[in-house]
């Protein structure tokens, strides 16, 4: 079997002259799931409130290919302590070919994350009901307002520090 472009898997059987994209695979790239105050957590009469923060990395692994993670904490606490913990990191290898430059960056920083989103929330759920409580769906993110934001801190900083580039980073 000829090695196979992870990017054009037809090998040329299509024109190489528009922009392609592809989900090469998806990870778990680290995962931990705590319940530090257990048995005594489950005697708890409260609501817990529940903090969730994110934060999306994007690193070149080629010229084409791009590992994006989307990195979600979620805690629940009370008064009383800790509930549970949950840190992970979810990836994609993405294959990008022919993409205008300026479509790079927000394809990475925005679609990218959405299509990882739904496994993490997936992830997320079933990680808090192993832990015996009921499941907890993160409600969904607007990864292009994240962006924009990101970009008009960066453009009203620019003045001051002479430019730079969009942040990955969001909570």
Known sequence: MADQDPINPNNGSEPEGGPQIAVITQYVKDLSVECPNSPAVFQWQVQPQVDVQF?????????????VILKVN???RSDHG?????????????????LPEDSVGPFLLIEAPRMLFPFVRQIVAESVQNMGFPPL?????????????????LQQAEPAD????AAADAS
């Open 55 to 67: 934060n999306i990395n994007v690193n070149n692994v080629s010229d084409e290919v791009h590992e």
């Open 74 to 76: 979620v805690s629940a």
């Open 82 to 98: 800790v509930h549970f913990a949950i840190d992970l990191s979810y990836a994609g290898l993405l294959g990008l070919r022919n």
């Open 137 to 153: 769906l993160l409600e969904p993110i607007d990864f292009n307002a994240v962006y924009l934001q990101q970009i008009n801190a």
């Open 162 to 165: 002479g430019g730079g580039e």
